[in-house]
């Protein structure tokens, strides 16, 4: 549908702060997540996953698992349906089916240590675990690689025997590790380079983030013999695990009802489907509810982190700091299915700025790792590592201010970005400014002290959405949503719905729907739910507007047209209306039953006009030249939201962001040794900053209303994690007086960068 409105500038409820309505249940422990379905015949379902980084498997003997006491179901590879190469499925981000239902079952290879090869369901977890200590498994191991610049060199350890480089013209002959090459074009970029007065040209590389979700992946499944099925699971996108296990399986999608828990943490890592379609078959084999959850070393070994990256970027600007040129190679692992989220990153790196030459080499690369997972901003943070190191390098060339360096290449409404569209209104400049003038970088930095200055970009999404609002016959109203609330999406939509129906927020609730409930809905994901599902719950409060419009006329007799909303309240308007008491929402909401029946609104929205986002950070820290410790002092995020309905939430998002970015910057990476085993598979030897890693983050929200949204909305959960990497190098390379171009900066790198400086 589409929904006619002018942005509003001026609010009553949207705007504040009142409590967050999941608080109590979760402080108190009575929020239900992923493992805590239980029930008395519910069996433990337990992933035999393969101790090879590489390897082909000869065969699978179940037959001493099966005759194990308490067993009741086992399934492997063979239990699975055929799928071919060419269906898709959408969950964060599109992803090929056939990769899918590979990645949550080995087929005829284990392509990385930690991919399932069989799972048993068991009475116990104690039989589960001694049933697959019985699974005979006859394996043939093979070369493997997992680092992305070594798996394009030539006579690599092949992930996919058959695989055929996509967008190369002409086509490669031979197979190669790189899934597929895409080329952004824009200007003349021989000429860009030559305009230049001073060049900057280096090499980047990331290592693979986990997304730091407290709650492992947990499910219950509970199929019954006529072929229908339900799932409970912690997920981002309960709509998407439907299709997903639907397609996987060879069910209809009516069969099978997904509800979706409370989660604890996503970030991108729960867009798609890992025990959810092994848990259905074991459930279907054994006639019995299957509950499976992952341990953390699984999480770590078997689920998705983000890319590992290498980006090599060359930028020319002239004397005066105007950016003429940049080009780029972005190689991404997607790890051992293709789908890196490269192009994001490609597209994010430079969309800030009013390059007008760019040529971009995108590389999507599988290597033996677990498939890759979105993670906030997936692919942005890494691209903007290395171009905002670079544009720093030319700041520290030219002897420009940083912030004054990036406000004279600002793009602004009416430039064209990168990805291709012409920016609306956006709020970069504003950004600019309002970090400029921030009274933190009034201090001065002492000895071994810098700061660093990045910024960030996110295009935002909207996508599929549907929203119930039914009011109850006490005045009450409930919000049905289809999105998964991991950002504080109920409050967000109680919020707007409150704000459009003009009652108190009290009186509204908002619930997570399961599939059979709703119509599709897109993943929550992409900073999309708070504009789409935003314009879904507005559209439908509308209709329960129109309703009682429509009610009230026929009460008094009236044409609708001489009915006006206000103020919570239905009046007569006009010369012809009558002279009748204005009817309050309660009063209609009671008189219900007798005027019509239930009172509801429904929408269905394929949203557009997401709304670009933009965040500029400051990162002040201090180097111990004798230990390489990095000490993050202050810490400023300025970003533009467009209109923050719950500033609360927004700020945390922003704080958020930074807290993730700070560590994947400083400590986190996933070790992988010669052999292709991870070595550091948990959080003792993973680390994630703590609390006393982190000073006080200041936040300013700044809100450029997008004209794509009622109340301006743009989504915010994605670009405060973009600038950090880039942020923190910058301070840090400022600090020892050289560049840094790996992350993480642990101390190890920093004290030799130290040794290596002029």
Same mark, same amino acid.
């Given at each position: 549908?589409?929904?006619?409105?002018?942005?509003?500038?001026?609010?009553?409820?949207?705007?504040?702060?009142?409590?967050?309505?999941?608080?109590?249940?979760?402080?108190?422990?009575?929020?239900?997540?992923?493992? @805590?379905? $239980?029930?008395?015949? /519910?069996?433990?379902? =337990?992933? &035999?996953?393969?101790? %090879? #980084?590489? +390897?082909?498997?000869? *065969?699978?003997?179940?037959?001493?698992?099966?005759?194990?006491?308490?067993?009741?179901?086992?399934?492997?590879?063979?239990?699975?349906?055929?799928?071919?190469?060419?269906?898709?499925?959408?969950?964060?981000?599109?992803?090929?089916?056939? @990769?899918? $239902?590979?990645?949550? /079952?080995?087929?005829? =290879?284990? &392509?990385?240590?930690? %991919? #399932?090869? +069989?799972?048993?369901? *068991?009475?116990?977890?104690?039989?589960?675990?001694?049933?697959?200590?019985?699974?005979?498994?006859?394996?043939?191991?093979?070369?493997?690689?997992?680092?992305?610049?070594?798996?394009?060199?030539?006579?690599?350890?092949?992930?996919?025997? @058959?695989?055929?480089?996509?967008? /190369?013209?002409?086509?490669?002959?031979?197979?190669?590790?790189? #899934?597929?090459?895409?080329?952004?074009?824009?200007?003349?970029?021989?000429?860009?380079?030559?305009?230049?007065?001073?060049?900057?040209?280096?090499?980047?590389?990331?290592?693979?983030?986990?997304?730091?979700?407290?709650?492992?992946?947990?499910?219950?499944?509970?199929?019954?013999?006529?072929?229908?099925?339900?799932?409970?699971?912690?997920?981002?996108?309960?709509?998407?695990?439907?299709?997903?296990?639907?397609?996987?399986?060879?069910?209809?999608?009516?069969?099978?009802?997904?509800?979706?828990?409370?989660?604890?943490?996503?970030?991108?890592?729960?867009?798609?489907?890992?025990?959810?379609?092994?848990?259905?078959?074991?459930?279907?084999?054994?006639?019995?509810?299957?509950?499976?959850?992952?341990?953390?070393?699984?999480?770590?070994?078997?689920?998705?982190?983000?890319?590992?990256?290498?980006?090599?970027?060359?930028?020319?600007?002239?004397?005066?700091?105007?950016?003429?040129?940049?080009?780029?190679?972005?190689?991404?692992?997607?790890?051992?299915?293709?789908?890196?989220?490269?192009?994001?990153?490609?597209?994010?790196?430079?969309?800030?700025?009013?390059?007008?030459?760019?040529?971009?080499?995108?590389?999507?690369?599988?290597?033996?790792?677990?498939?890759?997972?979105?993670?906030?901003?997936?692919?942005?943070?890494?691209?903007?590592?290395?171009?905002?190191?670079?544009?720093?390098?030319?700041?520290?060339?030219?002897?420009?201010?940083?912030?004054?360096?990036?406000?004279?290449?600002?793009?602004?409404?009416?430039?064209?970005?990168?990805?291709?569209?012409?920016?609306?209104?956006?709020?970069?400049?504003?950004?600019?400014?309002?970090?400029?003038?921030?009274?933190?970088?009034?201090?001065?930095?002492?000895?071994?002290?810098?700061?660093?200055?990045?910024?960030?970009?996110?295009?935002?999404?909207?996508?599929?959405?549907?929203?119930?609002?039914?009011?109850?016959?006490?005045?009450?109203?409930?919000?049905?949503?289809?999105?998964?609330?991991?950002?504080?999406?109920?409050?967000?939509?109680?919020?707007?719905?409150?704000?459009?129906?003009?009652?108190?927020?009290?009186?509204?609730?908002?619930?997570?729907?399961?599939?059979?409930?709703?119509?599709?809905?897109?993943?929550?994901?992409?900073?999309?739910?708070?504009?789409?599902?935003?314009?879904?719950?507005?559209?439908?409060?509308?209709?329960?507007?129109?309703?009682?419009?429509?009610?009230?006329?026929?009460?008094?007799?009236?044409?609708?047209?001489?009915?006006?909303?206000?103020?919570?309240?239905?009046?007569?308007?006009?010369?012809?209306?009558?002279?009748?008491?204005?009817?309050?929402?309660?009063?209609?909401?009671?008189?219900?039953?007798?005027?019509?029946?239930?009172?509801?609104?429904?929408?269905?929205?394929?949203?557009?006009?997401?709304?670009?986002?933009?965040?500029?950070?400051?990162?002040?820290?201090?180097?111990?030249?004798?230990?390489?410790?990095?000490?993050?002092?202050?810490?400023?995020?300025?970003?533009?939201?467009?209109?923050?309905?719950?500033?609360?939430?927004?700020?945390?998002?922003?704080?958020?962001?930074?807290?993730?970015?700070?560590?994947?910057?400083?400590?986190?990476?996933?070790?992988?040794?010669?052999?292709?085993?991870?070595?550091?598979?948990?959080?003792?030897?993973?680390?994630?900053?703590?609390?006393?890693?982190?000073?006080?983050?200041?936040?300013?929200?700044?809100?450029?209303?997008?004209?794509?949204?009622?109340?301006?909305?743009?989504?915010?959960?994605?670009?405060?994690?973009?600038?950090?990497?880039?942020?923190?190098?910058?301070?840090?390379?400022?600090?020892?007086?050289?560049?840094?171009?790996?992350?993480?900066?642990?101390?190890?790198?920093?004290?030799?960068?130290?040794?290596?400086?002029?």
């Amino acid at each position: 549908m589409e929904l006619e409105f002018t942005t509003r500038t001026t609010f009553d409820k949207v705007g504040t702060r009142p409590p967050r309505p999941d608080g109590t249940d979760k402080v108190t422990g009575r929020a239900l997540y992923g493992a @805590d379905l $239980a029930g008395a015949d /519910m069996l433990v379902g =337990k992933v &035999l996953r393969s101790p %090879h #980084a590489h +390897a082909r498997i000869l *065969a699978i003997d179940t037959s001493r698992a099966r005759a194990l006491p308490g067993v009741k179901a086992v399934v492997t590879r063979d239990d699975f349906p055929d799928i071919g190469p060419e269906g898709t499925v959408k969950g964060e981000v599109e992803e090929n089916l056939w @990769d899918v $239902a590979r990645n949550v /079952m080995a087929r005829d =290879k284990a &392509l990385y240590e930690g %991919h #399932a090869v +069989a799972a048993v369901a *068991a009475t116990s977890t104690a039989v589960a675990r001694q049933a697959l200590k019985l699974i005979d498994i006859t394996w043939q191991a093979l070369p493997h690689v997992t680092d992305v610049d070594e798996a394009m060199r030539p006579g690599a350890p092949l992930v996919h025997e @058959d695989m055929i480089t996509a967008g /190369m013209d002409p086509a490669p002959e031979e197979p190669s590790n790189i #899934a597929e090459y895409t080329r952004i074009e824009m200007g003349d970029i021989e000429a860009g380079f030559a305009a230049a007065d001073v060049v900057v040209e280096q090499t980047f590389r990331t290592e693979a983030a986990h997304q730091g979700y407290i709650e492992p992946h947990a499910c219950v499944a509970s199929a019954s013999e006529d072929g229908v099925a339900e799932l409970w699971c912690c997920t981002q996108g309960h709509f998407s695990v439907r299709d997903m296990c639907a397609n996987i399986l060879g069910m209809d999608l009516a069969s099978l009802r997904v509800t979706s828990s409370e989660i604890g943490g996503g970030f991108g890592g729960k867009t798609t489907v890992f025990l959810e379609p092994v848990a259905l078959l074991l459930s279907r084999q054994s006639g019995r509810p299957v509950k499976m959850t992952m341990s953390r070393d699984e999480v770590f070994r078997a689920s998705g982190p983000t890319s590992s990256t290498s980006i090599t970027a060359r930028i020319g600007a002239t004397r005066d700091g105007r950016i003429t040129a940049c080009d780029a190679s972005f190689r991404y692992q997607g790890g051992a299915f293709a789908g890196s989220p490269v192009g994001y990153g490609a597209v994010c790196g430079m969309a800030p700025y009013d390059c007008p030459n760019v040529d971009l080499h995108c590389y999507d690369v599988v290597v033996n790792r677990p498939k890759a997972a979105a993670y906030r901003a997936p692919g942005a943070p890494m691209a903007a590592f290395a171009i905002e190191s670079l544009l720093d390098e030319i700041a520290c060339k030219l002897d420009i201010d940083p912030v004054e360096l990036r406000l004279r290449n600002a793009v602004k409404e009416g430039a064209s970005s990168v990805y291709g569209p012409t920016f609306g209104t956006i709020g970069f400049v504003e950004c600019l400014e309002a970090a400029r003038d921030h009274p933190s970088l009034e201090a001065a930095p002492g000895p071994n002290q810098a700061r660093g200055i990045a910024a960030g970009f996110w295009p935002n999404y909207g996508g599929q959405t549907s929203v119930t609002v039914n009011v109850n016959n006490d005045g009450t109203v409930l919000v049905s949503l289809g999105t998964p609330d991991i950002g504080g999406s109920r409050a967000s939509m109680c919020l707007m719905a409150a704000e459009e129906l003009q009652i108190p927020y009290e009186r509204v609730k908002a619930i997570i729907a399961d599939t059979s409930a709703l119509g599709h809905n897109d993943t929550t994901g992409g900073s999309r739910v708070t504009h789409s599902a935003g314009l879904a719950t507005i559209a439908a409060s509308r209709k329960v507007i129109d309703t009682m419009k429509r009610r009230a006329a026929a009460v008094w007799d009236i044409d609708v047209d001489a009915v006006v909303w206000d103020q919570g309240c239905v009046r007569p308007s006009g010369a012809n209306a009558g002279d009748h008491e204005p009817l309050t929402f309660d009063a209609i909401a009671a008189m219900a039953p007798a005027t019509g029946g239930p009172i509801a609104g429904h929408a269905e929205i394929n949203a557009e006009g997401a709304g670009a986002s933009f965040a500029v950070h400051v990162c002040d820290l201090e180097v111990d030249p004798e230990t390489g410790r990095v000490t993050v002092l202050r810490y400023l995020a300025v970003q533009d939201a467009g209109k923050a309905i719950h500033p609360d939430y927004v700020e945390g998002q922003y704080q958020g962001g930074v807290a993730q970015g700070i560590g994947w910057a400083l400590n986190e990476e996933y070790i992988y040794g010669s052999d292709g085993i991870l070595q550091n598979p948990g959080f003792l030897d993973y680390r994630i900053p703590v609390a006393s890693d982190l000073p006080m983050i200041d936040t300013v929200i700044v809100e450029v209303p997008n004209p794509g949204h009622p109340y301006g909305v743009r989504g915010v959960g994605e670009t405060p994690i973009v600038p950090p990497l880039a942020a923190v190098a910058n301070a840090v390379s400022r600090a020892i007086g050289r560049r840094m171009t790996e992350t993480p900066m642990s101390p190890p790198r920093i004290l030799a960068a130290i040794d290596q400086a002029p």
